[in-house]
């Protein structure tokens, strides 16, 4: 009989005042291991070295920042250098430092998007070639960039929905994007910010019928940019271009949109989580009206088995395993949280991929085999920690 593998000293990066640490701290608690060790970002933004927490027999948990804003201040000083040879709005480290708590941050997403490249870079260095982090640093920059993951994964062999590109390699705009469209014969789109989450900088423009109408979470007021919780529409063209000429100059991803399966009259999709390669927690997001299906916009999670039967176990088979072939394409990494439609052309159901979110394990009450997502990393970290040493 071989001996028992060994438990990892986990150790996370995070938010250690978020939910996301207190749900990992009491699974681990649940299952009799001791808690984390924790190492904040502003911390590590800070330039709090790791070394005291990077024992040999450490996994460190590679957590989201966090909505705070402490830590937003200190990534976008973090991406001040960098923006400064990058188009768009920028602040000072000064100016970032002192930004306003009045939700206008989603102006300088690229920078803060720098600043968190920075970071990780940072966080590379220090767990040099023994320390092991899941994600791995370069994963959590690949998934937090919607152009670069979309083409990670088109290039996997992996189905997602067809990218449009401005035509002659010209930077986007509006009117670029119309003429895109109609090159195409496509009359609806989805313009993604790069580096958005949380459907924060999506915006999905309808130019059928009589009117063209732009439903997005961006809203504009005084010459500010805000994430709105409740989607907008806008049907004047001067509003439109406003918006898209925002999305486009801090950089901005655009997708065929395509129409999505749906249960009891509406659409939805899917959040897989898959560790260590299985599919295990699966969350059906329901819309509620709107192109958008996160469930912090007013959205509901859908009854899972009713979604499943409206799709067949064939189509479900086929999601599932789309899910685990994505999340193969990250082998360096335990967990991601892969969304998922059925593209409905006609009756005939096409697992699609949207995104693959480096920190999507955030399902509070889900369960797979009696465990919540935080348990089943934990339970699943030992034998991949053990398999990564050797």
Not at 101 to 113: C, I, K, M, N
Not at 232 to 242: H, L, N, S
Not at 296 to 317: F, V
């Amino acid at each position: 009989m071989s001996p028992p593998t060994a438990l990892p000293r986990i150790a996370l990066l995070g938010d250690p005042d978020d939910r996301r640490a207190h749900m990992l701290q009491s699974a681990l608690a649940r299952l009799g291991r001791p808690p984390a060790a924790l190492l904040s970002w502003a911390e590590l933004l800070q330039g709090r070295p790791l070394a005291s927490i990077l024992t040999p027999d450490t996994l460190l948990r590679v957590d989201s920042p966090g909505p705070g804003l402490d830590v937003h201040r200190l990534l976008l000083a973090r991406g001040a250098a960098a923006m400064a040879r990058e188009p768009g709005e920028r602040l000072s480290g000064l100016q970032a430092a002192a930004l306003p708590d009045d939700g206008s941050g989603l102006r300088f997403a690229r920078q803060r998007h720098l600043g968190l490249l920075d970071a990780l870079r940072d966080l590379e260095d220090q767990l040099g070639p023994h320390a092991i982090a899941t994600p791995t640093p370069a994963d959590v920059a690949l998934m937090c960039d919607k152009a670069l993951c979309h083409a990670h994964l088109d290039a996997a062999g992996l189905q997602v929905a067809p990218a449009l590109r401005p035509e002659g390699g010209a930077p986007w705009t509006a009117e670029g994007l119309r003429s895109a469209m109609d090159a195409r014969n496509i009359s609806r789109s989805f313009i993604k910010l790069k580096h958005g989450s949380s459907a924060a900088g999506v915006a999905a423009l309808d130019r059928g019928q009589d009117q063209e109408a732009l439903v997005t979470t961006v809203a504009m007021s005084g010459g500010e940019v805000f994430s709105a919780l409740r989607l907008r529409r806008y049907t004047e063209r001067r509003q439109i271009d406003a918006v898209l000429g925002w999305l486009f100059g801090e950089g901005a991803h655009v997708e065929r949109w395509m129409p999505k399966a749906r249960v009891e009259g509406r659409e939805f999709d899917l959040r897989v989580v898959v560790m260590a390669g299985r599919a295990r927690h699966v969350v059906a997001r329901v819309s509620g009206g709107g192109p958008m299906t996160n469930l912090h916009l007013g959205n509901a999670r859908g009854d899972l088995e009713a979604a499943r039967s409206a799709i067949g176990e064939a189509a479900w088979a086929e999601s599932l395993a789309l899910a685990e072939r994505a999340a193969g394409a990250f082998p360096e990494t335990l967990c991601v949280g892969i969304d998922l439609m059925q593209v409905d052309e006609g009756g005939a159901l096409t697992p699609t991929l949207i995104e693959v979110n480096a920190f999507g394990d955030l399902l509070p009450g889900v369960t797979w085999r009696g465990m919540d997502t935080y348990e089943a990393w934990a339970a699943a970290s030992t034998g991949w920690f053990a398999a990564r040493r050797g």
